[in-house]
C-alpha cells in the first residue's frame, strides 16, 4: 500500500498542476490535491472517517452529475459510440473532456476506498487485524 499511495500521490499532484490550461481548474485543482493529501496521510498512517467521506460525496455526487449531463458519459456512449477520448480535445467535442473527467474522479473514489478500508483494518500491508 505505501507504493501504491506514492504512486498515487504523485499521479494525483501532476494532474492537479496539468490543470493549468483547463477550462475550470478551480474545480480541478483542490480535487486532486485533495486526493494527494488523502493518500499522504493513508501512507502516515492518518486516518478521520470524515475526510474521506468528504472526499467521497464530492467525487460521487459529480461524477453522477458528469455521467448524465447533456455532454457526459452516457451521451458519449449511446449517442457519439464511445469516440476515443485520448484525441486531442476540441471545443466541438466537450463529451470528450466531461467523459476524462468522469475518469479522474473514478480514480479518486478508487484511492479513498482503497485507503479508507485498509486504514479501518489496520492500515497493516497484508490488510488483517493484528
Known amino acids: 500500500m505505501k ?3 506514492v504512486i498515487l500521490i504523485l499521479i494525483f499532484i501532476l494532474s492537479a498542476v ?8 478551480y474545480i480541478w485543482v483542490p480535487i486532486y490535491l485533495y486526493a494527494a ?11 478521520s472517517p470524515k475526510y474521506y467521506i468528504l472526499g467521497l460525496a464530492v467525487c460521487l455526487s459529480y461524477a453522477i452529475y458528469l455521467f448524465f449531463d447533456r455532454n457526459g458519459v ?10 476515443n477520448i485520448v484525441q486531442s480535445m476540441k471545443a466541438t467535442k466537450p463529451w470528450i473532456e466531461e467523459t476524462r473527467e468522469f475518469g479522474g474522479l473514478l480514480i479518486c473514489v478508487f484511492a479513498f476506498l482503497v485507503n479508507m478500508f485498509w486504514l479501518r483494518n ?7 487485524q493484528t
Not at 452516457?74 to 469516440?83: A, G, K, N, R
Not at 489496520?122 to 488483517?128: A, C
Open 3 to 5: 507504493v501504491l499511495n
Open 18 to 25: 496539468l490543470q493549468y490550461n483547463d477550462p475550470d481548474p
Open 74 to 83: 452516457l451521451s458519449w456512449i449511446t449517442v457519439h459510440d464511445s469516440e
Open 37 to 47: 493529501v488523502i493518500c499522504y496521510f493513508a501512507l502516515r498512517k492518518v486516518y
Open 122 to 128: 489496520g492500515g497493516n500491508e497484508s490488510g488483517l
